[in-house]
């Protein structure tokens, strides 16, 4: 049982939007704590997507989005790609646990 | 560029030890946060530990406590992990991550991982 939910899976049409919830608590993301979401590739390691909240590291394309209000935060991709078939993760910081906390995953599947 | 390489997996028996290393390449390593993150076969990813820039704090998830021991030598730029009395549970591939410190904290760059399998 992971801290944060998320839907364990996701699908959609090449060029559709899709949206990846997240859902914490008044001790993470409520806390106010920040939450970040990571890109993982079959065999791959997990890469960072989203950081603060909203914020895109250099090579992220823009077609991808995140947002945060209160204790839900959503990952949101536009103009959807065969590339973008991975598990996608949030993560943010859990002051009762004093430690870092993920979300159980979401597998996006590119009909 | 930033390099992180993970090396000690392998196989041990439950009860067993285990020492993980990671060694860090492209930036000042004494400068950052170091963290341990796991993930379980076909499971999701677990926060183990994490060590400040100067190895003068430790934390970790409640499960690993008082049997993993996470340190660093910035002489080395090597991050390592000391497992002790190994469990079937803390079968899983084993990243080390480069933390960044902003309203909690977050992981910018990660290794490409190094399996530890407890099983008899």
């Known amino acids: 049982q992971s801290v944060l939910t998320q839907p364990p899976s996701v699908s959609g049409a090449p060029g559709q939007r899709v949206t990846i919830s997240c859902t914490g608590s008044?001790?993470?993301?409520?806390?106010?704590?920040?939450v970040q979401w990571y890109q993982q590739l079959p065999g791959r390691a997990p890469k960072l997507l989203i950081y603060?909240?909203?914020n895109r590291p250099s090579g992220v394309p823009d077609r991808i989005s995140g947002s945060k209000s209160g204790t839900s935060a959503s990952l949101a991709i536009t103009g959807l790609q065969a590339e973008d078939e991975a598990d996608y993760y949030c993560q943010s910081y859990d002051r009762s646990l004093s430690g870092s906390v993920f979300g159980g995953g979401t597998k996006v599947t590119v009909l | 560029q930033v390099q992180l390489v993970e090396s000690g997996g392998g196989v041990v028996q439950p009860g067993g030890s285990l020492r993980l290393s990671c060694a860090a390449s492209g930036f000042t390593f004494r400068n950052w946060g170091m963290h341990w993150v796991r993930q379980a076969p076909g499971k999701g990813l677990e926060?183990?530990?994490?060590?400040?820039?100067?190895?003068?704090?430790?934390y970790y998830v409640d499960s690993v406590k008082g049997r993993f021991t996470i340190s660093r030598d910035n002489s080395k730029n090597t991050l390592h992990l000391q497992m002790n009395s190994l469990r079937a549970e803390d079968t899983a591939v084993y990243y080390c991550?480069?933390?960044?410190?902003?309203?909690?904290?977050?992981?910018?760059?990660w290794g490409q991982g190094t399996l530890v399998t407890v099983s008899s």
């Open positions: 991550t480069r933390g960044i410190a902003a309203n909690g904290y977050y992981f910018d760059y």
């Open positions: 926060w183990v530990a994490v060590i400040w820039f100067d190895g003068n704090n430790k």
């Open positions: 008044s001790s993470n993301m409520g806390a106010p704590y920040d």
């Open positions: 603060g909240n909203n």
